[in-house]
């Protein structure tokens, strides 16, 4: 399959420990905020997604974080497990811009079993 | 269908040939979205269509790069006299609406250009 990140920063986490993934972004006017994962050798899949007048967001596993004073996003995921290794990208969504759904660095995440 | 499909899954084309990625979004999905990721790289928005009509094409590189909608489904991405620049991974995703945050991707078209 396809191979994503080969240079991508890496989070190694030991399996069933607690995974934070860091996003910092620009757009202070963005509207919505989401994580997505990627897999080797397919797209991108939707995680979990955060308005911009929240600051927390709880899903299975996930957590989403955001800090708007300082422009940073956050993916807490709980007891991390091998099916979690893949690379993660934040996105935005400015509703009033001209372009949907931008992505911003990713990085890897490696769990060791 | 059940999801969204690209095709040719790879395509290898010579320097100057002329490629066309397909993709077909998910059945009553608005909006189409193509991105270009680079080895190692985040998705780069390349074009959005809304229906047939393309909203936004500011990502595409060069007017090399051509995208159509005409029956507000299928899509097609079209590169002309592809360069060894253009070699990445074409992701195409669908979502409802435009501010719909989860977009359905593809499993993309890897382009090599030899």
């Known amino acids: 399959g396809e191979s994503v990140g080969l240079h991508l920063p890496t989070l190694s986490v030991q399996e069933g420990d607690n995974s934070i993934i860091n996003c910092a972004y620009s757009?202070?006017?963005?509207?919505?905020f989401i994580w997505y994962k990627q897999e080797s050798g397919k797209g991108p899949q939707f995680i979990i997604d955060i308005r911009s007048n929240m600051d927390k967001r709880q899903g299975q596993r996930v957590t989403v974080l955001l800090n708007k004073t300082v422009k940073h996003l956050s993916l807490q995921i709980a007891a991390t497990q091998p099916g979690d290794s893949a690379v993660y990208f934040c996105?935005?969504?400015?509703?009033?811009?001209?372009?949907?759904?931008?992505f911003g660095k990713g990085t890897r995440l490696s769990v060791i079993a | 269908g059940a999801g969204v499909s690209q095709s040719p899954r790879y395509k290898v084309a010579k320097r100057g040939q002329d490629v066309a990625l397909r993709c077909d979004p998910i059945?009553?999905?608005?909006?189409l979205f193509w991105y270009q990721q680079a080895l190692g790289q985040g998705p780069e928005f390349l074009t959005y269509?809304?229906?047939?009509?393309?909203?936004?094409k500011s990502g595409l590189p060069s007017d090399r790069f051509f995208a159509e909608r005409p029956e507000g489904s299928v899509s097609t991405l079209k590169i002309q006299r592809t360069q060894q620049e253009d070699s990445a991974v074409y992701l195409c995703?669908?979502?409802?609406?435009?501010?719909?945050?989860?977009?359905?991707f593809g499993q993309g078209t890897r382009l090599t250009v030899v």
């Open positions: 996105a935005e969504i400015w509703v009033g811009g001209n372009t949907p759904l931008v």
């Open positions: 059945s009553g999905h608005v909006s």
């Open positions: 269509f809304q229906n047939e009509a393309q909203l936004d």
């Open positions: 757009n202070s006017a963005s509207d919505y």
């Open positions: 995703a669908s979502s409802l609406s435009r501010v719909n945050t989860e977009a359905f």
